[in-house]
Nanobody, 122 residues
């Protein structure tokens, strides 16, 4: 079964950190761009960050620049999102997604993780 399995969400105080993981099962993340998205209650899903298939290019939403870092470990078939200096407005369900082979971050995301809740609250 082809799936992305997420882990690492939870409750954290403002200013805290979390690391989300996205591991592929049944297929390889090699040659695919990987994106992180989030959806807060009552809001549309938004792109948070993306990393190219080679890992040489990353991009971030303005709201998370300087606080979040995306990375990939192809040997572990896993992508990470390190989130620092978290704010209450970062509260959302976070999803990872993978493109088909050789597509870039603007491509179509074919595989989606199950979502993980991140809550930033004191």
């Amino acid at each position: 079964q082809l799936q992305l399995v997420q882990s690492g969400g939870g409750l954290v105080q403002p200013g805290g950190s979390l690391r989300l993981s996205c591991a592929a099962s049944g297929f390889t993340l090699d040659y695919r761009a990987i994106g992180w998205f989030r959806q807060a209650p009552g809001k549309e899903r938004e792109g948070v960050s993306c990393i190219s298939s080679s890992g040489g290019s990353t991009n971030y939403a303005d709201s998370v620049k300087g606080r979040f870092t995306i990375s990939r470990d192809n040997a572990k078939n896993t992508v990470y999102l390190q989130m620092n200096s978290l704010k209450p407005e970062d509260t959302a369900v976070y999803y990872c997604a993978a493109t088909p082979y050789y597509e870039d971050c603007s491509g179509t995301y074919r595989y989606w993780g199950q979502g993980t809740q991140v809550t930033v609250s004191s």
